[in-house]
């Protein structure tokens, strides 16, 4: 009578365990899920104008110069702007404060020089032109207004302001001979740069080069909260910088390098990272999004409206303004849901049951057994917020699976008398567990190899 009622409950604990996690799960992946406007793969840029028409820029094959934009209105594609068909095609883009769309383009090398054009909401029409000697190849580009156009280069920034130009190089000015990343106009009008060698701030007629605890090495993006606090991005993390000295904020953020910052309306400091995870920092805390696996985010715009625009890698996407965040433990519990432990759990305590049914310790001891090992292996993966990669192949349901039918066979064998019946049914079990293991790894080497 006990063993029943033992079985019942715990059968009745495997149920409930099993269809609360997965309810709770699918109800956290469907209010984080973003809504598609285009399966465009693998873009390369992304630009929300001031009438929310979404600007997106196609990766190009390598040395290529047959650049394309395709611009989206209401979540269909309005139209397609490439070179061979626009003679002032820019190949970057930028908006300033008033909404108005500025672009520059390269000029071949029998011209050279660069030219920078102005969207009147139909046609690109030139604006200015800095004539060079040489092909200048532009790396960054920002615009204030049409009196005020930066453009950067490699040891080289220029600067437009409305009737000539102006060059700064490493030898008129404290500008490092190094790439410039990102160019970012605050509401100060003070230029930030982001350079491969740190953080350099143009003021008062002079450019700086920040050292003052700043972050050094690549600076990739730059954002401002509401409070005037100026925020970077870079390949040593996420810095804030007070108007004296950076400060670097390391309260568990999801990666390391951080390719975009972007601030809301609700002053929350959005931080992607090399890895394609946001973080986003709102005060002293940090939240993260738990997004689609396999679809990582390449790129984030935020609109006035708190809308948030992800460019991913299989598409463009939206998420509503009051998308949840998670914190550190309830992400990695929707981490470990996604790979499938909890499946695998389920599965473990379902043959536990059986075991416990049958009164077989064949299938109990396998259990035990290939449990640990199952157990030992995910600990390690707990360590990595982000996930282990090569398409995580969860041992423990291997091991589980031969465990429990080599604990069937050493019950067989005890209801024939056969002595060590116990012992045989889980040598059984984990020997078949470890040769499809071992299987399942050499396929993965045998494909990583093939792609090498």
């Not at 404290?174 to 143009?202: E, M, Q």
């Amino acid at each position: 009578m006990l063993k029943k009622v033992f079985l019942a409950l715990f059968g009745l604990f495997i149920a409930a365990q099993t269809a609360g996690v997965y309810a709770w799960g699918s109800y956290m992946r469907s209010q984080t899920k973003a809504e598609v406007i285009s399966a465009e793969e693998y873009p390369d840029s992304i630009l929300v104008d001031s009438t929310g028409q979404i600007w997106v820029q196609p990766r190009r094959p390598a040395y290529s110069d047959d650049l394309v934009w395709k611009v989206y209105r209401d979540g269909k594609l309005a139209k397609t702007i490439e070179t061979k068909n626009e003679p002032n095609f820019p190949a970057k883009i930028a908006m300033d404060a008033r909404g108005n769309l500025f672009g520059v383009l390269s000029l071949g090398l029998g011209n050279g020089g660069i030219r920078v054009v102005s969207y009147n909401g139909s046609t690109w029409n030139q604006l200015t032109e800095l004539a060079s000697e040489n092909r200048l190849f532009i790396s960054a580009f920002a615009a204030g207004s049409q009196d005020d156009i930066w453009i950067g280069e490699i040891g080289q920034l220029f600067h437009y302001n409305g009737s000539e130009w102006q060059t700064f190089t490493p030898e008129n000015s404290s500008l490092p001979n190094a790439s410039i990343n990102t160019i970012f106009i605050d509401s100060r009008k003070r230029v930030w740069l982001g350079t491969g060698s740190g953080a350099a701030i143009f003021e008062n007629g002079k450019i700086q080069l920040l050292s003052n605890s700043a972050p050094a090495g690549y600076i990739y993006s730059f954002a401002e909260d509401k409070d005037g606090t100026i925020w970077a991005g870079g390949e040593e993390g996420v810095f804030s910088f007070n108007g004296t000295q950076f400060t670097r904020y390391d309260k568990n953020l999801n990666g390391s390098r951080f390719y975009k910052i972007a601030v809301d309306s609700s002053n929350r400091v959005w931080a992607l990272s090399a890895e394609g995870d946001l973080s986003v920092i709102h005060g002293a805390t940090t939240k993260y999004l738990f997004e689609e696996p396999g679809n990582s985010i390449q790129d984030i715009a935020i609109t006035a409206d708190e809308k948030i625009y992800l460019m991913r890698t299989k598409d463009i996407s939206t998420l509503k303004a009051d998308v949840p965040l998670v914190n550190a433990v309830t992400l990695k519990f929707l981490w470990l849901l996604h790979n499938g432990v909890f499946v695998y759990l389920g599965i473990f305590l379902a043959f536990l049951w059986i075991a416990v049914a049958l009164n077989s310790w064949g299938v109990g001891l396998g259990l035990a057994l290939t449990g640990l090992i199952f157990w030992g292996i995910e600990s390690f993966a707990l360590f990595d917020i982000n996930g282990v990669h090569l398409g995580y192949l969860n041992p423990g349901f291997a091991l589980t699976f031969f465990a429990f039918i080599g604990g069937l066979v050493g019950y067989f064998f005890k209801r024939r008398g056969v002595k060590y019946a116990d012992s045989i049914g889980s040598g059984v079990g984990c020997l078949g567990g470890a040769i499809l293991l071992a299987c399942l790894y050499a396929v993965v080497l045998l494909f990583l190899v093939s792609r090498a």
